[in-house]
């Protein structure tokens, strides 16, 4: 039986949508005369985020996904990023957004940038809603980070927890009932 926790609100809904309008005008910016820009999400854990990202933009876009996963069920990085989904679509001499829902190790989104540039796009750029420094392994970077947050483990908007949780509309801290709150400060 699987241990029992609680979940404690670390990011509302309302604070996410509000960031992401400020993302959404910054890649405007970035992108503005774009012919088309291809916003590629990783799944799962970006499928809310790139949902909400796209609604927000006001630029031509086509949506592309692929799948890389180093986590399989466990809590802890295996530091190996297989791809397990390729792209459906080209990305040769075009603008691509990559859309990433956290960065821990920073390993999946430097193999998922090292794959994507092979192909030689135009411009490529990262976002990524979540990101948690304390625990990086690799010196890489996202272009846009939604929130800076404390290492603790999130779940929720597209973060799992084995397989549960993807579907809270906030960003929450998973507690297990047996242990003392973490100090969140986000
Ligand atoms: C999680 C998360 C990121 C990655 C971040 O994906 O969605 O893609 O790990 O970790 P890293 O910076 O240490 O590489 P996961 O492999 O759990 O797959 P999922 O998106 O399907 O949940």
Redesign the pocket.
Known sequence: MSRPYVIDQLISAKSIAARIEELAREIEETFAGTEKLVVVG????SFIFIADLVRELDLPVEVDFLE????GNAME?SRE?RILKDLRGQIEGRDVLVV??????????ERVVAFLAARNPRRLKTICLLDKPARREVDHKADLVGFEIPDAFVVGYG??FGQRNRNLPFIGVVRFIDEPPVALDP
């Open positions: 990783l799944l799962r854990g890389a996963s180093s986590y990085s990023v990433e829902d956290i960065i821990d190790t920073g390993h999946t989104l973060i799992d």
